[in-house]
């Protein structure tokens, strides 16, 4: 199963620049709708050649951007409406428990990692509706519609048995947390509207936030992912997965 139409977040560098190679590589895909903050800097993203790619300026803490993003997104979708949202540009701000407190590096974190997740999924779901509704019966897929968010291990709360300490990770670990609650509760809230939601670890990758020990490329990270988005159904979801479709446990 591939979406007729996808977009990605984040897609300039790192795992999002992966993702787009991996649908560039199907070519049963129509649309593929990629973000950078910067379009002009994002010299990698634009080197791939390919008349189904668009560059969309996206910057997902601003609501003037996000509205503008979601406009283009419909010219392009048109009628046929969105398939597949990929929630990936996420940020990492060190913090730990025991850190100089500060709200603002709080509100920083959970603004890009949960708050942007959810409020562009909110936007872009008279999209998603619209190209669910193309499709009868009650099954779900990334071809109908789907909102998928990459999420990490580190947000899994059964297994945090390391704390925050080692790699100050304890705003980075919540907001993760939360935007996997997010796509529980989305899952239920639209089920009526067939439209899927999953997220997934995906793995530790070699990209700036991974650093270059990392146990992935994101090439091997991105094909696993992409190739699990391609067989989620029903029983998937509000699910939270490694990036082979084997479950996480919240
Ligand atoms: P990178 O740091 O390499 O890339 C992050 C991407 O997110 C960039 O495109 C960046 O854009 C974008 N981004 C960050 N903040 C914003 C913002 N406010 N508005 C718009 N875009 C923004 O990270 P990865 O590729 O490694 O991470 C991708 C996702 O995978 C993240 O959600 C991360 O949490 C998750 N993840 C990564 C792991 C890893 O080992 N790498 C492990 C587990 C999860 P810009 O270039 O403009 O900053």
């Known amino acids: 199963m591939s979406p007729g139409s996808v977009v990605v ?66 010219d392009i979708v048109g009628s046929d409406g969105l398939n597949l949202l990929v929630n990936n540009a996420g940020s990492a701000v060190k913090y730990s428990t025991k850190a100089e407190p500060s709200r603002a590096k709080l509100v920083e974190q959970f603004d890009v990692n949960t708050f942007s997740v959810v409020i562009l999924s909110q936007k872009l779901l008279p999209l998603l509706t ?29 297994e945090n048995t390391s704390g925050s300490g080692v790699i100050e990770g304890l705003a980075y670990r919540m907001s993760k947390s939360a935007v996997n609650m997010f796509a529980r509760t989305f899952a239920i809230d639209m089920k009526d509207d067939y439209i899927l939601a999953a997220n997934f670890c995906p793995g530790w990758v070699q990209t700036d936030m991974g650093g270059k020990h990392a146990a992935l490329t994101v090439e091997q990270s991105t094909s696993q992912l992409v190739s699990s988005f391609n067989k989620l159904d029903k029983t998937h979801n509000g699910g939270y997965f490694r990036n082979n479709l084997t479950p996480f446990q919240f």
């Open 130 to 158: 619209k190209a669910s509704s193309k499709v009868s019966g009650d099954e779900l897929s990334v071809s109908r519609a789907a909102v998928v968010t990459i999420s990490s291990g580190l947000g899994s709360i059964t």
């Open 9 to 74: 977040t984040g897609a300039n560098r790192g795992i999002g620049l992966g993702l787009v190679k991996q649908f560039v590589k199907d070519k049963n895909i129509r649309h593929i709708i990629a973000t950078a903050r910067d379009v002009e800097k994002a010299t990698d993203l634009k080197s791939i050649n390919d008349p189904r790619l668009h560059v969309i300026p996206l910057a997902l803490t601003c609501d003037k951007s996000m509205d503008k993003f979601v406009s283009k997104v419909g």
